[in-house]
């Protein structure tokens, strides 16, 4: 199984992003699909969350910025960032909880999001 992330880049502040992730390989189902970010010096950290059945929840500091959406067909899950500010700037993963035999978690290879001023 594996994890392609795209859709990073640089935007000024105020800017909008859509980060994508699909998994690809041997899949039975997914479960969770998730969003991390790390910026240079910090420890990662969650930024927004989707379950099988659709439930979301976000960072605070994200709520009403960013949306988290799946699209189970095609074993993808977006982010889509609106209103970017700088301390927005980070590495940003995807994560997947995915059914093979067993349940496992796996990573993309992240994805830089550079807001500028």
């Known amino acids: 199984v594996q994890l392609q992330a795209s859709g990073g880049g640089l935007v000024q502040a105020g800017g909008s992003l859509r980060l994508a992730c699909v998994a690809s390989?041997?899949?039975?189902?997914?479960?969770?699909m998730g969003w991390y970010r790390q910026a240079p010096g910090t420890q990662r950290e969650l930024v927004a969350h989707i379950t099988a059945g659709g439930s979301t929840n976000y960072a605070d500091s994200v709520k009403g910025r960013f949306t988290i959406s799946r699209d189970n067909a095609r074993n993808t899950v977006y982010l889509l960032m609106n209103s970017l500010k700088p301390e927005d700037t980070a590495v940003y993963y995807c994560?997947?909880?995915?059914?093979?035999?067993?349940?496992?978690?796996?990573w993309g290879q992240g994805t830089q999001v550079t807001v500028s001023s």
């Open positions: 994560k997947m909880t995915i059914v093979v035999v067993n349940a496992y978690d796996y």
């Open positions: 390989g041997n899949i039975f189902a997914i479960n969770d």
